[in-house]
């Protein structure tokens, strides 16, 4: 059975624009009817262009947002119709890496802080008082590569690729089963980038995390996915295996991608 079940999902924007001085009233479907699967333990890579409605889909996963129409199954319970109470305590299981680790973390949060502060607001259990809290933040900067020193350190002391190995221990902290990765190497140069999918596939392995990964480059998406959807327009106009992807695609949305970009960078 899938980890997470999509079926018909859609979200329609409205907006207002003026022209010629007079006001028109609209609609935007940025996610149009979206139906897909994710397997426990694999990685869905998500691939298209800018506006393609990539990052609402995901948020829209997660219910950060409400869809307007659609349903969302997670692990066998329905997301759309659980409670508050519900959804906060599903919410431990379903996770986010931000695009822009300069945005993302909270400037007045010293490193300890922004990692603890999931722990604290779930109330972990075994894990209370001070010590044993601190114990956990440094374990997870450990996974991610960074160590104790950077506990009382704030964001802005750190690079982007420091920062966003913080954003993604904040992730791990309530030991999830589901992450949405929102493009979090497009912000970073192409060899920091290469080192934090690598990251990723590496922790993928040791917590047995299941992964949406976003991106508009399908270089690293090939990289690091088990299987690739292609999103073109708010529709998922493709999905298959990686190789077949790469090897066969059918559509010409698909093939204009494999085109457009070169090969970057291998996972290890």
Known sequence: MALIEVRNLTKIFSHSRSAFGQKSDGEVRAVDEVSLDIHSGETLGLVGESGSGKSTLGRLILRLIEPSSGSIVFDGRDLLSAGHGEVRRMRRDLQIIFQDPFASLDPRFRVEDVIAEPLIIHKVQGIFGKDRVRERVIELLRAVGLDESTLRRYPHEFSGGQRQRIGIARALALRPKFIVCDEPVSALDVSVGA???????HLQREFGLTYLFISHSMPVVRYLSTRIAVMYRG??????TTQQIAEQPRHAYTRSLLDATPQLFEVE
């Open 235 to 240: 529709k998922i106009v493709e999905v298959g």
């Open 195 to 201: 080192q934090i999918v690598n990251l990723l596939s």
